[in-house]
């Protein structure tokens, strides 16, 4: 299960913000947990920026993330190449890696973000 940004945000230090459904899956010790490169730069990214909804030390959330036992998926050419393949159904550069990525792995894509799930593919709405 590969969780979207601010699944992750919430996850790590805000979890009275996750839906209760996000927090079943992520509690359920039979989901393999899973963070991507493009969440950690995005965090970078918009905390840079002065977003208040990414004020978060991206190194500290990355150690924490791997301590807790979520694996860290790397970007590869083949996830940017699949970008391509994506409807225009969303602008954000980072959400449309994550459903690339998650395309490519085979893997699902939680978000509590609706315009990241009227993607096609496997995106569960939280």
Known sequence: MLLDTHLLLWAAGLPDLLP??????????ETELVFSAAS???VVIKSGLGREDFNVDAAGLRRGLLFNGYGELAIRGEHALAVAALPPLHNDPFDRM???QA????LQLLTADSQ???YPGDVVLV
């Open 103 to 106: 395309g490519v792995e085979r």
């Open 20 to 29: 209760e459904r996000a927090r079943a899956v992520i509690e359920d010790p």
């Open 98 to 100: 994550l459903l690339a």
């Open 40 to 42: 950690i730069w995005e």
């Open 116 to 118: 990241v799930a009227a």
